[in-house]
């Protein structure tokens, strides 16, 4: 169970999970690379003062590693059929929650890589301007797409509430001519109200 399942409400259901992409141990694995080609280069150079540089850097990719695999794990992206989620962090926490109602947009921005990786940044405009940045999201149009159709079946369910049904469909007034200043008066009126004089009831 996680930050996203914790804090629906009642009547609130996930539709769609993202997390970031795992482009985000591209760092640690750089730096690792690194420290492999420090190794490699102690027999040839005979430099034996490389290992030290090589188990600094091979150090360094651990603690890089381990930061990115708890940020990626206490990542949730989530869309449910009422808001649009975000959490990051683990000590120091940061959480979003977006209102379906309250979205007015949503941008996607990938480069070339990330195109081809599917990898991106999410862009949740808010009324009033407000705007929630999602960045290094695994399969972002996907993540579009979700919220899209959330916000599709919440206009149909708005329009289906503001149908009228037949059998609820005002009454058609039922009028008739005053007979004293001819003009339109209800059909069971007593006293006219535009000439103020008392007419015969018309039984219906």
């Known amino acids: ?17 993202a997390r970031l992409h795992r482009l985000a141990y591209a760092v640690p694995v750089i730096i690792a690379l690194v420290g492999v080609a420090l190794a490699v280069l102690v027999p040839v150079t005979g430099e034996e003062g490389l290992w030290l540089f090589a188990g600094v850097v091979f150090a360094a990719a ?4 381990a930061i990115t695999y708890v940020k990626h794990r206490s ?21 979003v929650e977006t209102m ?5 947009g949503v941008d996607v921005e990938q480069t070339f890589v990330g195109r081809l990786i599917g990898s991106g940044v999410v862009t949740v405009t808010g009324t009033g301007g407000s ?24 206009d149909e369910a708005r329009a289906a509430r503001n149908d009228v049904p ?39």
């Open 1 to 17: 169970m996680g930050y996203i399942d914790d804090n629906l409400v009642p009547g609130e259901r996930i539709v769609y999970r």
């Open 131 to 154: 705007r929630e940045v999602y960045s290094n999201v695994a399969y972002p149009l996907e993540l579009r797409r979700q919220v899209q159709i959330q916000l599709m079946q919440l």
């Open 100 to 104: 379906l109602s309250k979205i007015e």
């Open 62 to 65: 651990l603690v890089s590693w």
């Open 166 to 204: 037949a059998s609820a469909a005002p009454v058609a007034r039922e009028e008739r001519d005053c007979p004293w200043c001819a003009e339109r008066i209800l059909a069971k009126a007593k006293v006219c109200k535009h000439c103020g004089r008392e007419v015969a009831e018309v039984q219906g």
């Open 75 to 95: 990542s949730e992206f989530g869309v449910t059929n009422k808001r649009v989620l975000m959490k990051t962090g683990l000590i120091r926490r940061r959480t």
